[in-house]
Each structure stands twice: as structure tokens, then as C-alpha cells.
């Protein structure tokens, strides 16, 4: 499909620009957080689809976990590289994800299969390159976000998307699309960002109106109407 091959082309290209001036992170503790909840065995293999610049690659690493990541950008790649120097990445398609079957004991993906161009083949290939009843995180956006839902109460219009392709689900739904695509979902979890006062690496201070809002979303925000969901997932045996 043509239209398919364009996008992927701009996606691909969209990220090049972006990680050409800076980077895509979210706070260490989120990395952190998703790691303790899948637990990785040290020894064990890790595959993270959508790397980016390494964050979630190095927490793993430093538990003894064979971490490798791959990403559709080789900017981020480069990035990774300079930030983390022992960590193994390489460039490629989450949709054709060059690994064997059955080959890896955990796989996580965050805030990156939703920007594929079919995300359901994005979910296929993280089922066929998982072990029988490996672990799967899966961090994927809310189409009903508290903070969207007031910026259209106040406001009257939504959050503008600013990446190339997202697409946006409820809980509900995502966890149906998982599990149409070969995995089963075990736990659900809401995510919202981390409030920091300060900008990242210095002393100045942020918009302290914006950190308590940010403050109150995180800790009093319904399940339902959080940012982002993780899933926490398996494969089934019989898979």
C-alpha cells in the first residue's frame, strides 16, 4: 500500500528532526516505575520498541537484564549512544521487527506504538518475538484525558496533537485491540506526569501554577481519565 510507505517515510523522518535539536524523555521515574512493575530477571532478554534516547534500556541494564532497543530514528539512536555508551540499539520498523519468534523473555514499548501506521501490527510483532508467558508493558495515550476534557469545558477546543501520527483510545478500547493481537492483559495502571517545579538540570523554577495543576492530576485523576494507561501483559501459552 503506497499511502502506507509514504507514511512511514515522513514518521521516520519527523523523528530525525526532532532528536536532530533535542530529545523525546519522559522523568527517569517513570522508567524506573516500569521496570519494577515487570521485574526482569537478570540474565534475561529485554527488547524495548521505540527506544528513543536509552532511558528505559539503562534502568534495565543496571539490574543485570540483556537490554536492547530498537527505534525508527537512527538520530535517537545516536542520541542514545552519547547518553548511555554501553547500551545496544539499532534502527528498524515496529511493525517488522527483524527478531525470531519467540526470542525474548520482555518486551516494552512506550508512547511509541501509537504512532505507528498500523498499530495493530506493531501488537503482532511484539506477540511473535515474545516467549510463551513473557512480560509485555505497553504505555499507550487516553482519548479521554482529564486535562483534554477541561481545556474543552473552559476553553472549547482539545489538545492539538504535535507528532506526526498518534492514535488516541480509551482504556477500554486498547485493551481490546491488545488482546485482538495476541497478547493478554493482566493489569492496568494510569499515568500521568511526574509535577517538577524546576526545569530539568537547573534551579529554575517552572510555572508553579502549572506544577500544582500537574500535582493534582497526577494524584486525584480517575483511572479512566488518565493521561496515558500501561498495560501490563502476556503472552499466552497457547499463543
Not at 511473535?128 to 477546543?157: E, H, M, Q, T, W
Request: glycine letters at 8%.
Amino acid at each position: 500500500m503506497p499511502e502506507i510507505a509514504i507514511q512511514r517515510k515522513d514518521i521516520k523522518e519527523f523523528y530525525n528532526r526532532i532528536y536532530e535539536k533535542g530529545d523525546i524523555r519522559d522523568n527517569v521515574r517513570l522508567y524506573r516505575w516500569v521496570v519494577k512493575l515487570i521485574n526482569p530477571k537478570a540474565g534475561y532478554k529485554l527488547f524495548d520498541v521505540g527506544s528513543g534516547v536509552g532511558c528505559l534500556l539503562y534502568e534495565a541494564s543496571r539490574r543485570g537484564v540483556k537490554a536492547v532497543g530498537m527505534d525508527i530514528s537512527f538520530k535517537a539512536l545516536l542520541k542514545a549512544r552519547e547518553n548511555f555508551s554501553d547500551i545496544r540499539v539499532f534502527t528498524g520498523d515496529g511493525e517488522k521487527i527483524p527478531l525470531k519468534d519467540n526470542s525474548l523473555d520482555y518486551v516494552v514499548s512506550l508512547g511509541s506504538v501509537e504512532h505507528f501506521p498500523i498499530p495493530e501490527n506493531g501488537m503482532q510483532e511484539i506477540a511473535r518475538i515474545l516467549k510463551k508467558n513473557g512480560r509485555v508493558a505497553l504505555l499507550l495515550p487516553n482519548s479521554f484525558y482529564l486535562g483534554d476534557i477541561f481545556k474543552v469545558l473552559f476553553k472549547g477546543k482539545k489538545q492539538e496533537q504535535w507528532q506526526v501520527q498518534e492514535k488516541l483510545l480509551s482504556k477500554e478500547e486498547w485493551r481490546i485491540l491488545i488482546e485482538e493481537n495476541g497478547l493478554k492483559v493482566e493489569k492496568i495502571y494510569g499515568y500521568n506526569k511526574y509535577p517538577e517545579l524546576f526545569q530539568k538540570g537547573t534551579l529554575k523554577m517552572k510555572s508553579f501554577r502549572k506544577f500544582i495543576r500537574t500535582f493534582l492530576v497526577k494524584y486525584l485523576c480517575p483511572l479512566n481519565l488518565s493521561w496515558e494507561f500501561l498495560y501490563i501483559c502476556k503472552k499466552p501459552v497457547f499463543k
